[in-house]
């Protein structure tokens, strides 16, 4: 049976919960457990703090794990990253308080830098030929620059209203993160297979994020403008109606362009339009 590590607290829990209780597997969001058997999928869920998911996938304790790609690159273990999984959206940014004159990121030379990922901010610095002073601490980064034990911060930015909240200002963006599912690198062919499986159900998930399943009734004869106006999966599904001047058009459009089609389907006569949520879509 594959054994999935995820964050057992933080940013990444719900949202990893969430995605497989989508993808039809409970597993127990409860932190005080370290590990649990899913129902749903044969699955065990080991819970662990998202510093050390890398590193257990690595050493095979787990065989996949969701978490932070910021926590992929900064642990720098032997795992493969099979998939973004379109949640945990954040970067790994420079920051410096208000007051500072920032210039460009020369302005770093020589100033100290308060982080928890130091093997990102280190290879970033010597790839522009920064020489700085990286000190590594585990929590609230931000107040450093406040209490003076650093000249500025790097970490992770989501939102943007911690640093507003510390008097610092984004200069630097240096990575765009999230969550992604690893796997360790010398899986057997049952286990790939399983994998296999469960990449199959997260994206028909994340695909079908920002669907909709829009259904119309259209004049017959504007059939033709109407596919035009649509590249549907295949093409729209037109169907016939009692009425034999009409048709049924149903089509799947994402949420982005939505409103643009239907204004443009309504402009050929299109009537009675339903906007239906969209739970999944399996190809
Ligand atoms: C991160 C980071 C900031 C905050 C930024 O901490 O260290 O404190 O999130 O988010 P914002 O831009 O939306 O305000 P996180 O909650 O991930 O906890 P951790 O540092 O303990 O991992
Ligand atoms: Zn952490």
């Not at 959206?89 to 020369?106: F, G, H, N, Q």
């Not at 259209?218 to 001047?245: N, Y």
């Not at 459009?253 to 879509?281: P, S």
């Amino acid at each position: 049976m594959l054994t999935i590590a995820i964050q057992n607290k933080g940013r990444l829990n719900e949202d990893t919960v969430a995605l497989m209780a989508d993808a039809g597997i409970t597993a127990s969001a409860s932190h005080r457990k370290l590990i649990s058997e899913a129902s749903g999928f044969p699955l065990h869920v080991l819970y662990l703090r998202d510093d050390d998911i890398p590193q257990a996938v690595a050493m095979g304790v787990a065989d996949i794990g969701i978490v932070g790609l910021n926590e992929v690159l900064e642990k720098e273990q032997d795992v493969d990253v099979r998939m973004k999984l379109g949640f945990g959206a954040c970067r790994l940014s420079l920051a410096v308080p208000k007051s500072a004159e920032y210039t460009d990121i020369r302005w770093f030379e020589g100033k100290r830098v308060a982080t928890s990922y130091p093997v990102i901010l280190r290879n970033y610095f010597s790839e522009n030929g920064i020489h700085a002073f990286v000190h590594e601490i585990a929590g609230s980064v931000e107040v450093a620059p406040a209490v003076g034990m650093a000249d500025a911060i790097f970490d992770i930015v989501s939102s943007g209203g911690t640093l507003i909240q510390n008097g610092l200002v984004e200069e630097e963006t240096v990575i765009r993160s999230e969550a992604v599912l690893i796997a360790h690198p010398h899986l057997d062919a049952e286990k790939e297979e399983e994998i296999g499986k469960l990449m199959f159900r997260f994206r028909s998930i994340i695909e079908s994020k920002g669907m909709k399943y829009v259904l119309m009734n259209l004049p017959k004869q504007r059939i033709d403008e109407a596919v035009a106006l649509l590249p549907g999966m295949k093409s729209p599904t037109v169907m016939p109606l009692a009425d034999k001047e009409w048709v049924s058009l149903h089509v799947v459009l994402h949420e982005n362009d939505l409103w643009d089609k239907i204004e443009q389907l309504k402009n050929i006569g299109a009537a009675d339009i339903l906007v239906l949520a969209l739970e999944n879509v399996i190809r």
